[in-house]
């Protein structure tokens, strides 16, 4: 089975360009989380969405990001401008709330982005 | 006070040592926790749940003090293959997302 799908595993961009990451969750699964993780600041929540629709968006650092879930199998988080300290590894992972627990909830393997 | 704090680490073991973590929350109505392992440049992985009377997989213990707010994994007779970075997570008080510490490294050498 495919398990959370990310794309691009790797992005290199120079400061003030837009940045799109891309996820498929789990067929099946309702709710997406976007995560950020650099080494000062560990492993942060941004935003999730459930059915679809963002329920908690508090994490999203500034107006420079944006995520989206158009549709159940399809998500985006933009970051336009892009600045050097938003290089960090951003995790997608998926869950089916119908008892959400620790042993339901998969990370796709990451996008690594690194801005100069 | 952020919402989950774990010892700083790096934990670094030899083969066959047993070696605790320690975690704390800050949110007294937190439900549910768990343990991830997160290897170099990989994704965390679920290790084990950690349940209130307190539970064992293997050669790994989870306890949890709910009146001091506090979570421990204790690995036994550790392995190479140990080497990772275990981080404490809790789920938050709406139920709906997991919320991670920064996690503790453990290095485990021959």
């Known amino acids: 089975d495919a398990g959370v799908i990310q794309s691009p595993r790797h992005e290199v961009t120079e400061m003030g360009q837009e940045v799109t990451l891309r996820c498929k969750p789990i067929s099946g699964h309702n709710s997406l989380f976007w995560y950020r993780q650099t080494m000062m600041r560990g492993l942060e929540l941004l935003i999730y969405?459930?059915?679809?629709?963002?329920?908690?968006d508090s994490g999203m650092p500034e107006d420079r990001f944006s995520a989206k879930m158009p549709n159940a199998s399809f998500s985006t988080l933009k970051i336009q401008p892009s600045e050097p300290r938003d290089s960090a590894v951003y995790f997608c992972?998926?869950?089916?709330?119908?008892?959400?627990?620790?042993?339901?909830?998969?990370f796709g393997e990451g996008s690594w982005l690194t801005v100069v | 006070r952020k919402e989950v704090e774990q010892d700083p680490g790096p934990f670094n073991v030899p083969e066959g040592a047993t070696v605790a973590f320690n975690c704390t929350y800050s949110?007294?109505?937190?439900?549910?926790f768990f343990w991830y392992r997160q290897d170099c440049r990989k994704e965390p992985k679920l290790l084990m749940s950690v349940y209130s009377s307190g539970n064992e997989d293997g050669r790994f213990t989870a306890q949890l003090n709910r009146a001091s707010q506090y979570i421990s994994l204790l690995i036994r007779d550790s392995k190479l293959s140990d080497s990772a970075t275990y981080l404490c997570?809790?789920?938050?008080?709406?139920?709906?997302?997991?919320?991670f510490g920064k996690g503790t490294t453990l290095s485990v050498s021959s």
């Open positions: 997570v809790v789920l938050n008080q709406a139920g709906t997302a997991l919320i």
């Open positions: 949110n007294s109505a937190s439900q549910s």
């Open positions: 969405f459930n059915n679809n629709v963002p329920i908690d």
């Open positions: 992972a998926s869950s089916w709330t119908g008892g959400l627990s620790g042993n339901t909830i998969y």
